[in-house]
């Protein structure tokens, strides 16, 4: 499993509009839009995280010190790898060429193996010498998120709103208990 990650194109529409957390809230002024759109992006990397998944379409870049020959995707769903570049012996930076690897984005996490009777070129062995450069997320519109997800989202929202503060008269956890039960739960629907 590749650790060295990040987000580079974040999801350009959240899984819940901030008419639906509103109307799920019960707030009816304008006041507070921005701190609940602000809210509504942190419970979803907030869930993503708990799930180590990506919900709506997002640009992940991953980085490896060499090019194995299975290559373990984080954040599921893997929707498509848009490149692999290496640096070779030369110190040049090369794409790999696409029938040199098969993508899986039926499995869960996606996977980048090497094609049957393929050799990769050489390439530095270094740290960040390779580059995998890939879209993941259940999809572009909020309709393909799962609405237990969506649900999980609107609790943890809701929890951040009516909790703005790190200290409480209450006991707090790093996500509600509801939100963790909806998402665990989740994982037997997939």
């Known amino acids: 499993m590749i650790d060295k990650w990040r987000v580079t194109t974040a999801p ?3 899984p819940v509009t901030l008419t639906e957390m509103k109307l799920d809230m019960r707030v009816d002024c ?7 759109t602000s809210l509504i992006v942190a419970a979803r990397q907030a869930c993503e995280d708990y799930e180590h998944r990506a919900y709506v379409t997002q640009t992940i870049t991953a980085k490896l010190d060499y090019l194995p020959t299975k290559i373990i995707l984080p954040k599921p769903r893997l929707q498509s790898v848009t490149s692999v570049t290496y640096t070779d012996s030369g110190g040049d930076v090369q794409t790999l060429a696409s029938d040199l690897y098969q ?14 009777n ?3 070129p050489g390439n530095r062995d270094y740290t960040d010498s390779v580059t ?3 879209k993941a997320g259940y999809g572009d519109a909020a309709s393909n998120v799962p609405d ?6 609107k609790l943890m929202c809701a929890h951040l709103y009516d909790n703005r503060s790190a200290v409480t008269d209450t006991q707090m956890y790093e996500l509600p208990f509801g939100v963790k039960s909806l998402l665990n739960a989740r994982a037997w629907t997939v």
């Open 30 to 36: 304008s006041d507070d839009d921005a701190l609940i």
């Open 12 to 14: 350009a529409l959240e």
């Open 103 to 116: 993508v899986s984005t039926y499995r869960e996490p996606g996977e980048v193996v090497i094609a049957y």
């Open 148 to 153: 237990i997800t969506k649900t999980a989202i």
């Open 132 to 134: 995998i450069v890939y």
């Open 118 to 120: 393929a050799n990769y």
